[in-house]
Structures are given as C-alpha cells and as structure tokens.
Nanobody
Framework: QVRLVESGGGLVQAGGSLTLSCRAS????????MGWFRRAPGKEREFVAA????????YYADSVKGRFTISRDNAKNIIELQMNNLKPEDSAVYYC?????????????????WGQGTQVNVSS
C-alpha cells in the first residue's frame, strides 16, 4: 500500500502562483510514475501532469503546458507541481496519484493510489 498526502492548495489571484506537494509513504520502493489530476465542480477528472520515476519523462495537459511544472524528489518521496500564471479555470481539487507502471500515462485508470486532494481556487 502507498499513502499519498497533498498540501499547498489555497486561494490565489489570477496570474499568481502556487506550489502543490505530495508526500508518499508506505511501499514506495517501486520505480513508479506519478501524476497530478484535477476535478472542478460539475466536470470530469482531468489529467494535469505526470512524470516518470527518474523525472526524465514528463507530460502535461495542453491547458497547463508552459505554466505548470512537475518535479519529484525520490529521496524524500515527494512530487511537486509548480503552478504559475494561474487562471480562474485552474480552480479545482488537485489530486496526486501513483501508478504501478513506470510509464507516466495521462489516463487516470493507470493509477492505483490516490491522495485526498487539495483545493485550489483562483480568483479573477
């Protein structure tokens, strides 16, 4: 089992920045991909970004490309999502997820473990 705990959400004005963190605990010895997803009220879960175990392969949703950066520190079992130039449409609950695969898929069904989520609100 792997437990994931997100932090760093909050309220920010449009154009501002936030950094989300996700700490993993438990059976974290696998070289698994990790990702961030989000869900806004009334919308489906949406892929945001994903990274391979070593961080050498990353993928981003088109809507966040150039504004968000995913990174991970395996020694600390942490991944982060640096979010810049935030827009009101970025408002959502953001979830950290860990796959059982080394490949950083954008498909949420490829991820086995999920955090509880952290709320991000961007005011206009």
């Amino acid at each position: 089992q792997v437990r994931l705990v997100e932090s760093g959400g909050g309220l920010v004005q449009a154009g501002g920045s936030l950094t989300l963190s996700c700490r993993a605990s438990g059976r974290t010895e696998g070289r698994d991909a990790m990702g961030w997803f989000r869900r806004a009220p009334g919308k489906e879960r949406e892929f945001v970004a994903a990274t391979s175990w070593g961080g050498g392969t990353t993928y981003y949703a088109d809507s966040v490309k150039g504004r968000f950066t995913i990174s991970r520190d395996n020694a600390k079992n942490i991944i982060e999502l640096q979010m810049n130039n935030l827009k009101p449409e970025d408002s959502a609950v953001y979830y950290c997820a860990r796959s059982l695969s080394a490949v950083p898929y954008s498909d949420y069904t490829r991820y086995r473990y999920w955090g509880q989520g952290t709320q991000v609100n961007v005011s206009s």
